[in-house]
């Protein structure tokens, strides 16, 4: 190793605050193990987090304490080794706490790089959701429903080692899988941990994504205005007042449609998103009047649409509604667009009826955690099935989970 490594771990404010921190400092104490150093330390605009809110840790790892401090030169890496995604439907990319529009997931990979993701979906679907890059890089799946603590508590299911193994296997001279193993075993004292790393170092399924590959959807961009286009005395411009919607099938003119900021949208929050059946609905207003972000436009026919482009996903809408599967909250993984489903229901019903009853059936199951009590024991043992031990006949640690004290340290 005669240069220094930079980590970059992408997850939800938060809910997944511990797990970031414990998957950097992790690095970090490896180093240490290999006679190597290091530093972890969150992104400075991502404080303070939010629930869901994209925000990123960073691990730097050196071979000696001069090449660290001269890494450390520029405190957020420009480009990275590795990209860390614990949970898969950050793939479409991130708007964090004080950032400035949409960006790739993979933006920060150099040349060769490593997008490791945690998911139960294939390549080819990530690949949808994840933007094409101009140089090639590897993407690695590691198995496993996306691990979601909520608030506080962290529940224990040995993501943390898992993706320490995993980064072990795909970036062998910044650490050994030993180095690892000898970390688990100082920090954690639990050898079923240090088990776990080593089967994900072996199971880690990858393939190299060539340039050019993946979705081809422009994100975000913006052009700084020159010193000659500074607008006086103002620094955020108003938005501007919503207005009237037209029918795209009737060309009736109607309803309401607020304005929403043009240069922040909040869809990246989003784990799952709200499907209407619009046959259903009896225009109680409920959604539009709960909905936080003004995510409902009223159409010129008396029904709500969400805006996708919006919607934090929060599942408000979902709660007030009074009818039954008119609003049904689906994993978000399971969409390519924001596209309007009011017009799609317009221009096909027939169509958008089986549209709904798929979205709603084969839905991958998501939730954050503590949505029902015993959820997330549940979402475990589904995971000791599926990511560790193959036919579930092991378990993931004692009792399956393991709460730390509150505050999420
Ligand atoms: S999930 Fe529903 S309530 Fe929440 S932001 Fe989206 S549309 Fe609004
Ligand atoms: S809360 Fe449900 S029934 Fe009421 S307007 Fe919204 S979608 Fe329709």
């Given at each position: 190793?005669?240069?220094?490594?930079?980590?970059?771990?992408?997850?939800?404010?938060?809910?997944?605050?511990?797990?970031?921190?414990?998957?950097?400092?992790?690095?970090?104490?490896?180093?240490?193990?290999?006679?190597?150093?290091?530093?972890?330390?969150?992104?400075?605009?991502?404080?303070?987090?939010?629930?869901?809110?994209?925000?990123?840790?960073?691990a730097?790892?050196?071979?000696?304490?001069?090449?660290?401090?001269?890494?450390?030169?520029?405190?957020?890496?420009?480009?990275?080794?590795?990209?860390?995604?614990?949970?898969?439907?950050?793939?479409?990319?991130?708007?964090?706490?004080?950032?400035?529009?949409?960006?790739?997931?993979?933006?920060l990979?150099?040349?060769?790089?490593?997008?490791?993701?945690?998911?139960?979906?294939?390549?080819?679907?990530?690949?949808?959701?994840?933007h094409?890059?101009?140089?090639?890089?590897?993407?690695?799946?590691?198995?496993?429903?996306?691990?979601?603590?909520?608030?506080?508590?962290?529940?224990?299911?040995?993501?943390?080692?898992?993706?320490?193994?995993?980064?072990?296997?795909?970036?062998?001279?910044?650490?050994?899988?030993?180095?690892?193993?000898?970390?688990?075993?100082?920090e954690?004292?639990?050898?079923?941990?240090?088990?776990?790393?080593?089967?994900?170092?072996?199971?880690?399924?990858?393939?190299?994504?060539?340039?050019?590959v993946?979705?081809?959807?422009q994100?975000?961009?913006?052009?700084?205005?020159?010193?000659?286009?500074?607008?006086?005395?103002?620094?955020?411009?108003?938005?501007?007042?919503?207005?009237?919607?037209?029918?795209?099938?009737?060309?009736?003119?109607?309803?309401?449609?607020?304005?929403?900021?043009?240069?922040?949208?909040?869809?990246?929050?989003?784990?799952?998103?709200?499907?209407?059946?619009?046959?259903?609905?009896?225009?109680?207003t409920?959604?539009?009047?709960?909905?936080?972000?003004?995510?409902?436009?009223?159409?010129?026919?008396?029904?709500?649409?969400?805006?996708?482009?919006?919607?934090?996903?929060?599942?408000?809408?979902?709660?007030?509604?009074?009818?039954?599967?008119?609003?049904?909250?689906?994993?978000?993984?399971?969409?390519?667009?924001?596209?309007?489903?009011?017009?799609m229901?317009?221009?096909d019903?027939?169509?958008?009826?089986?549209?709904?009853?798929?979205?709603?059936?084969?839905?991958?199951?998501?939730?954050?955690?503590?949505?029902?009590?015993?959820?997330?024991?549940?979402?475990?043992?589904?995971?000791?099935?599926?990511?560790?031990?193959?036919?579930?006949?092991?378990?993931?640690?004692?009792?399956?989970?393991?709460?730390?004290?509150?505050?999420?340290?």
């Amino acid at each position: 190793m005669d240069r220094s490594y930079a980590v970059e771990i992408i997850y939800r404010g938060i809910f997944q605050k511990t797990l970031a921190k414990h998957i950097s400092r992790g690095l970090v104490l490896a180093a240490a193990k290999e006679g190597k150093t290091g530093i972890s330390f969150g992104r400075y605009g991502d404080s303070p987090e939010r629930n869901g809110i994209p925000a990123k840790n960073f691990a730097i790892i050196a071979p000696d304490e001069v090449t660290l401090e001269e890494s450390m030169a520029q405190y957020e890496p420009k480009q990275v080794d590795v990209t860390v995604v614990v949970d898969d439907t950050l793939c479409k990319g991130v708007e964090s706490w004080a950032w400035y529009g949409l960006q790739p997931v993979n933006r920060l990979l150099g040349p060769g790089g490593k997008l490791v993701v945690t998911s139960m979906l294939g390549f080819d679907d990530l690949l949808k959701m994840i933007h094409a890059k101009d140089v090639p890089y590897e993407l690695a799946i590691v198995r496993g429903i996306p691990s979601f603590s909520g608030l506080w508590v962290f529940k224990d299911d040995h993501t943390d080692v898992r993706i320490l193994g995993t980064i072990a296997r795909l970036v062998p001279e910044m650490l050994s899988l030993a180095a690892i193993e000898a970390a688990i075993r100082d920090e954690w004292k639990d050898e079923l941990k240090v088990t776990s790393a080593r089967k994900a170092y072996s199971r880690v399924e990858t393939t190299v994504v060539p340039p050019g590959v993946g979705n081809p959807e422009q994100p975000y961009a913006f052009t700084l205005p020159g010193w000659r286009e500074m607008p006086e005395g103002i620094a955020i411009r108003n938005i501007p007042m919503g207005g009237a919607i037209t029918d795209p099938v009737t060309g009736q003119v109607g309803g309401y449609r607020a304005a929403v900021n043009p240069y922040f949208k909040k869809f990246t929050t989003r784990t799952m998103r709200p499907v209407i059946d619009f046959e259903k609905c009896i225009k109680c207003t409920l959604c539009w009047l709960q909905c936080p972000d003004s995510c409902f436009d009223v159409t010129p026919d008396g029904l709500y649409d969400v805006r996708m482009e919006s919607c934090c996903g929060c599942g408000v809408c979902e709660a007030v509604c009074p009818i039954e599967h008119c609003i049904t909250m689906v994993n978000e993984s399971a969409f390519t667009d924001n596209r309007s489903q009011w017009e799609m229901w317009k221009a096909d019903r027939e169509g958008y009826r089986a549209w709904v009853a798929e979205k709603i059936s084969a839905r991958p199951e998501r939730a954050h955690g503590f949505r029902l009590r015993g959820l997330y024991q549940e979402q475990i043992k589904a995971l000791a099935a599926v990511g560790l031990a193959p036919g579930g006949e092991e378990k993931v640690g004692r009792e399956d989970t393991t709460e730390a004290s509150a505050g999420g340290a």
